[in-house]
């Protein structure tokens, strides 16, 4: 049975640095990158790699463009030299006069070649160091062919074709042909000559358009981003205590979303100093009185000459003193509470069993109401973790309240409480025969407001989100699978199954937000 994934989740937060006496810790920022030298980059990382390339394809190109006209002028020469090839005594011979051969080689650049030899690929007449082509199926009489062969240490191109020696009206039916072979093969010099010219005539322009291309570039990226910068001096140019909202029509609609946030940001930020403002204006109110009357009462006392009209000034002091003290400790709670953090709650021991069988029979007769049968597993052995009794408890009647909703009437959902294989880990399950969930929603279903399609079941879809959460700050696993024991095939039901720790160190989680 394959099942999901663990969701990830984080370490919970550690305890108070001041309250576990550790030293304060510190983070280094990480460094700021440059949206226009990663945008050039992206655009400018291709252009350099594609350049080599079309250099390469543009050499290629020229090579077989240079081969062209080279190979029709070998072709022609090798078939004026097969025209002079005769038989003799059952034997080629070449009837080609010193002239004929002077003409056959001419070439101002390149070395010409050529061999005539018989079928049995003895030399008849040319160049004896001639390679001959290995046979590898039978010759067809007249058909040129080109190779690149190695001659005298050097590359050679080599033209080359079979002509049979028998004239037409002789050949018997069914005998085989008496074959000649002619070669004609030249070095590459000149084909490498026109290949360069070629090369010369393409990429020497890419090396004026590139750099142009490169300005172009530049130009165009540092215009494209010129709002950015507008926008940039039209925030620096404002006041320290300007809140209002940032125009946003005059920018791109690129960095539309980005200057609505940044408004969001100032309308938070302007109402969390109103409120600041309001609490300095309430204390400064608050505070007027009983300082006014302390300084009243010490100018009095300073005045007086009696003691005991000297004691009664202090202890109206004393009385001024500890209700200011007692106002300024009211608006600091009120301002704690305006602005108050989650509260640190302590992990402790929790028995899963006794805990889970405390959840299961609460709900007991919502099962019996949707004629559900509700079943609970435990070992005969307590199984102790370390957690919030309270959360574990939410998260616990989170998925059996999912079960239950998801799982048809007579149906059934077992809770069940074990450890793994090596006793390290506390497993809770909870498997119902419902409708089951679909290998590629089993994310999902953990997200907010996410609801199955066509489930047609009530339900905020908060329920699986809270209990990721609650998981999250036990550093639990949550793994969903399709129920192993459903005896319907058409209901394959669900198997939640959250894993935690049997022992851990005792740690702080914060309370769900």
Not at 272 to 290: G, L, W
Not at 374 to 393: M, N
Request: hydrophobic share 40%; with cysteine; glycine share 6%.
């Amino acid at each position: 049975m394959a099942g999901l994934p663990s969701l990830p989740l984080p370490e919970p937060p550690a305890a108070d640095a001041a309250d576990a006496g550790a030293a304060p810790f510190t983070t280094q920022e990480p460094a700021q990158r440059s949206l226009f030298g990663g945008i050039l980059d992206w655009m400018l990382v291709p252009l350099l790699l594609l350049w080599p390339l079309s250099i390469g394809v543009t050499y290629l190109a020229a090579k077989t463009i240079a081969n062209q006209p080279f190979d029709r002028a070998l072709e022609d020469r090798v078939m004026v030299l097969a025209q002079q090839v005769k038989e003799a005594d059952g034997r080629p011979l070449l009837a080609l006069s010193r002239a004929a051969e002077g003409i056959l080689r001419a070439d101002d650049i390149d070395n010409v070649y050529f061999q005539v030899s018989d079928a049995a690929d003895e030399f008849v007449a040319g160049d004896r160091e001639l390679p001959v082509p290995p046979r590898t199926e039978t010759p067809q009489p007249w058909s040129v062919q080109f190779r690149y062969d190695y001659l005298r240490g050097s590359e050679v191109r080599v033209a080359y074709l079979y002509l049979n020696l028998q004239p037409p009206g002789r050949r018997a039916a069914g005998a085989e042909p008496r074959l000649a072979l002619v070669q004609v093969g030249e070095t590459l010099d000149k084909r490498a000559q026109l290949s360069n010219q070629i090369i010369k005539g393409v990429i020497l322009p890419e090396f004026v358009i590139l750099p142009l291309a490169l300005a172009l570039v530049w130009f165009a990226l540092s215009r494209g981003l010129s709002p950015l910068a507008e926008l940039q001096q039209r925030i620096r140019a404002r006041r320290p205590d300007d809140l209002s909202p940032i125009e946003s029509g005059q920018v791109p609609e690129e960095i539309s979303p980005l200057v609505r946030s940044l408004n969001d940001m100032l309308a938070r930020l302007s109402q969390s100093i109103q409120s600041q403002k309001r609490f300095v204006a309430d204390a400064a109110h608050q505070m007027k009185t009983p300082l006014a009357g302390m300084r009243m009462q010490s100018e009095l006392a300073l005045r007086q000459n009696s003691r005991q009209d000297i004691q009664r000034s202090l202890e109206q002091l004393s009385k001024s003193s500890e209700t200011a003290t007692r106002l300024v400790n009211q608006l600091l709670a009120l301002a704690h509470a305006e602005n108050r953090a989650p509260l640190a709650r302590p992990l402790a021991p929790v028995e899963l069993s006794d805990l889970a069988r405390g959840v299961v029979q609460e709900w007991v007769q919502a099962s019996f109401a949707r004629e559900i049968d509700l079943g609970f597993e435990q070992p005969g052995h307590a199984i102790t973790v370390q957690g919030d009794a309270t959360l574990l408890r939410e998260l616990l009647n989170n998925l059996i309240d999912n079960a239950l909703h998801y799982t048809p009437p007579h149906g059934r959902v077992t809770v069940r409480v074990r450890a793994n294989e090596d006793g390290d880990r506390a497993i809770l399950e909870i498997e119902d025969t419902g409708v089951g969930i679909p290998p590629a929603e089993r994310r999902q279903v953990f997200e907010r407001f996410y609801r199955i399609l066509g489930s047609n079941v009530e339900g905020s879809g908060l329920g699986l989100a809270i209990v990721r959460e609650i998981a999250q700050q036990h550093d639990a696993e949550i793994d969903v699978f399709s129920n192993p024991h459903c005896p319907d095939p058409q209901l394959p039901g669900s198997l939640f199954r959250v894993t935690l720790r049997r022992s851990r160190p005792s740690a702080f989680i914060d309370d769900i937000g």
